[in-house]
């Protein structure tokens, strides 16, 4: 079964300074998608970058980007210039293809980032 | 373009009643996910539809049960309600095409409190 491990809880960070929240993921799978989503205090889950398995390329958003170790099957989310409206859960989230669709999320259990002013 | 809505946005039933729940996706997504969380168990896929037909189902009981319209809204129901079913319920909305790189949007999701 597929598993997605988010093994910190929770971690802060000062204003316009960057932080790295980990992902770890555990599949026999070799097309997959990985997904990074926000959910901030008024409960709208949003998505924030998106990484496919095929491409080696480290996908970036503006101030987020990926690091995606396939090998090591790990996909941790940077964030760059932080700001209190980075303040959220974020959760790391993996899917499949089923019959060529992409199947439903397997979730971590998320990270609670505090950003502080 | 309008996201995802749920609605009612809170419901507070007491434990063996019944609870129906909607989702409007956004238009021209055909897939519609549904998901439970709670603090204990995080985010647990419930099941999705496509083109109104059940596609994919997680390891829920069979009190958990939905559907689709043809206009794509999806409804699920919950029937002799349990404590442990207090949840947010969030429900997501994609293309759900196959040989395409998706992404599933989610709905601000409806607070049901069993009592």
């Known amino acids: 079964a597929q598993t997605v491990t988010q093994s910190q809880p929770e971690m802060s960070v000062q204003e316009a300074e960057t932080v790295t929240l980990s992902c770890t993921y555990d599949t026999s799978e070799n ?6 989503y926000k959910q901030p205090p008024s409960r709208q889950m949003i998505l924030v ?19 995606f170790q396939k090998a090591a099957k790990s996909f941790s989310l940077k964030i760059s210039d932080s700001q209190l409206g ?12 089923y019959g060529g669709s992409q199947g ?7 990270t609670k980032l505090s950003v502080k002013p | 373009k309008a996201g995802v809505t749920q609605t009612p946005r809170y ?7 019944q609870v129906t729940l ?12 549904w998901y439970q969380q709670t603090p204990g168990q995080g985010l647990q896929f419930l099941f999705e539809y496509f083109s ?21 809204r999806s409804e699920m129901n919950v029937s002799t309600l349990e404590l ?24 601000p999701g409806t607070r049901l409190t069993v009592l």
């Open chain 1, 49 to 67: 970058i998106r990484q496919e398995a095929y491409k080696q390329q480290n996908a970036t958003e503006n101030r987020f980007s990926v690091n």
């Open chain 1, 86 to 97: 980075d303040t959220a859960m974020y959760f790391c989230a993996f899917t499949m293809l």
């Open chain 2, 52 to 72: 109104e037909t059940q596609r994919n189902k997680g390891n829920f009981p069979g009190r958990f049960s939905g559907r689709q319209f043809s206009n794509s």
């Open chain 1, 31 to 36: 097309n997959y998608y990985l997904f990074w």
């Open chain 2, 22 to 33: 909607s989702c409007s996706p956004i238009s021209g997504h055909r897939s519609v996910s």
């Open chain 1, 104 to 110: 439903n999320l397997i979730f971590g259990k998320g």
């Open chain 2, 84 to 107: 442990g079913d207090s949840a947010l319920y969030l429900c997501a909305s994609s293309l759900g095409l196959a040989g395409y790189t998706d992404t599933q949007y989610f709905g």
């Open chain 2, 11 to 17: 419901l507070i039933k007491t434990r063996g009643q």
